[in-house]
């Protein structure tokens, strides 16, 4: 297993409508908004270590808006994982110092498509905040990986506002030397399919792709028993009030495995439920309805 999500909190600063933190969760029964306690984090770094190499700070939320995200910092430093940061950078001016002083972050992946749906100046001001942060980033820490995330493809109203940071990001980055094909030269012809990322400077790149749907037990949706994923394979998730659960997308405990206050991590991921799991996944069978109302299911072949 490569990564365990960790989801230090369930809020967030935004309120993007592709997302479910815009949602009441608790009209759904899926718990209130809240922070993972100190104590809870330690136990689940501490199993993580047991199974994985690499941590997420998330399933739902903005994790630097938790009061103890610079001390969840350095406690991850006195394990051996490494931490992939996903944030939407809004407060990257106040964090981003912390950020680039913990030798556990290993990559910092920004959700600059969520700018689209803020007013104009506001989405500015957070993209130049992110672009001063990359800055700094190339010249102390040019070890860190950082993804620009355009996550909207087909998404005609989005198509203006990645637009905005292509053109800022050439300003920014066109002319840096360090760039084999410089910034200056990127459009959005560039992505594909086959070709979402491209390299920005150092180890920068703008990463583009198609918008999914998280997965809900709506009797309304399309579902299929046939597919496969790589939840218990590459990744497993656990929620902030400690409920672990098969996926990085099910946000409200839909296959809860276990709980990892009560069990270790090992145990829970072979727990006869996750068994069943994987064993379909291999069979490219669906058996829980979440996932076969799951679109991101149908992205992985036989």
């Known amino acids: 297993m490569n990564a365990v999500y960790i989801e230090i909190t369930n809020v967030c600063n935004l309120n993007c409508s592709f997302c479910p933190c815009g949602k009441d969760l608790s009209e759904k029964s899926h718990g209130k908004r ?22 997420y700070f998330h399933v739902l939320g903005e994790p630097t808006l938790h009061p103890g995200f610079g001390l969840f910092l350095k406690k991850l430093e006195t394990t051996p994982l490494k931490l992939n940061l996903t944030t939407n950078g809004t407060t990257i001016a106040r964090t981003g110092k912390l950020i680039l002083a913990s030798p556990a972050v290993r990559q910092v992946n920004f959700s600059t498509h969520a700018y689209a749906e803020l007013s104009h100046n506001a989405a500015l001001a957070h993209l130049q905040d992110v672009l001063d942060f990359c800055k700094l980033a190339n010249a102390e820490r040019p070890d860190l990986y950082i993804n620009l995330r355009l996550w909207n493809v087909g998404d005609a109203a989005s198509q203006s506002w990645n637009e905005t940071i292509l053109s800022m990001v050439n300003d920014a980055f066109g002319n840096h030397s360090d760039c084999a094909e410089t910034a200056s030269q990127i459009s959005l012809e560039h992505f594909c399919s086959r070709h979402k990322s491209f390299p920005v400077v150092g180890k920068i790149y703008l990463h583009q792709d198609s918008r999914f749907e998280w997965p809900e037990l709506d009797e309304s949706r399309t579902k299929s028993t046939a597919g496969s994923c790589r939840a218990l394979d590459t990744h ?32 829970i991921l072979d727990s006869p439920t996750a068994k069943s799991l994987r064993d379909g996944f291999e069979k490219h069978e669906l058996r829980h309805p979440l996932c076969q109302s799951c679109s991101f299911c149908k992205r992985f072949g036989k």
């Open 34 to 55: 809240d922070f993972i306690s100190s104590e809870l984090f330690e136990r689940c770094i501490s199993e993580a270590s047991t199974v994985a190499e690499n941590v």
């Open 236 to 267: 497993v998730a656990i929620l902030h009030d400690g409920r672990v659960v098969a996926c990085c997308l099910d946000y409200s405990g839909q296959i809860t495995l276990g709980n990892i206050v009560d069990q270790n991590l090992a145990e």
